[in-house]
Structures are given as structure tokens and as C-alpha cells.
Nanobody
Framework: QVQLVESGGGLVQAGDSLRLSCAASGRTISTYAMAWFRQAPGKEREFVAKISWSGVSTSYADSVKGRFTISRDNAKNTVYLHMNSLEPEDTAVYYC???????????????????WGQGTQVTVSS
């Protein structure tokens, strides 16, 4: 069983930057794909970014491409989401997620992920 705890959210202005962290415990994340999703009020949970277990492959939603960067530090058992040029449309609760099957390619589909954090709120004012 793995526990995921997100942190780093907050209230910022448009154009600002934030770095979200997702600290894992109970199991190493080094052999598992990781991803970030977000959910805005009244909307479905949507894919934001994913990173392969090796860290070699990353992928982003079109809405954040060029502004967000996902990275992982396996020594710290932590995944990050670096968010630049934030926009009001980025306002949401951000969740990190991981799978229970090692060495599998990271997926865009939230149903693939078995473990989720509690989320961290990001609010971007205009």
C-alpha cells in the first residue's frame, strides 16, 4: 500500500509560478508510472501530466504544454509538477496518482491509477 501526499498549492496571480510536490510513503515509486490530474468545480477530473517509471518519457495535456513540467526524484520518493505562467483556467484541485503494476507505461486514463493523494488546491486570480 502506498500513500501519496500533495503539497505546494495556494492562491497566486495570473502569470505566477508554483511547484507542487507529491511525497510517497509505504512503497518506492521508482518502478511505477506517476501522473498529475486536476479537477475544477463542476468539472470532471482531467489529465495534466504523466511520467514513466524511468523518468525518460513525459507527456502533457495540450492546455498545459510548454508551461508545466513533471519530474521525479526517486531518491526522495517524490514527484513534482512545476507550473509556470499560471492562468485562471488552471484553478483546480490537483491530485497525484500512481499505479499498482510496476514498469507499465504511464496512462492518460485516470481509471488506470490505483492510488491517489488527497489533493492540493491551486487558485489563480486574474
Amino acid at each position: 500500500q502506498v500513500q501519496l501526499v500533495e503539497s505546494g498549492g495556494g492562491l497566486v496571480q495570473a502569470g505566477d509560478s508554483l511547484r507542487l510536490s507529491c511525497a510517497a510513503s509505504g512503497r518506492t515509486i521508482s518502478t511505477y508510472a506517476m501522473a498529475w490530474f486536476r479537477q475544477a468545480p463542476g468539472k470532471e477530473r482531467e489529465f495534466v501530466a504523466k511520467i514513466s517509471w524511468s523518468g525518460v518519457s513525459t507527456s502533457y495535456a495540450d492546455s498545459v504544454k510548454g508551461r508545466f513540467t513533471i519530474s521525479r526524484d526517486n531518491a526522495k520518493n517524490t514527484v513534482y509538477l512545476h507550473m509556470n505562467s499560471l492562468e485562471p483556467e488552471d484553478t483546480a484541485v490537483y491530485y497525484c496518482a500512481t499505479e499498482s503494476v510496476p514498469f507499465r507505461s504511464a496512462s492518460y486514463d485516470h481509471r488506470t491509477y490505483d492510488y491517489w493523494g488527497q489533493g492540493t488546491q491551486v487558485t489563480v486570480s486574474s
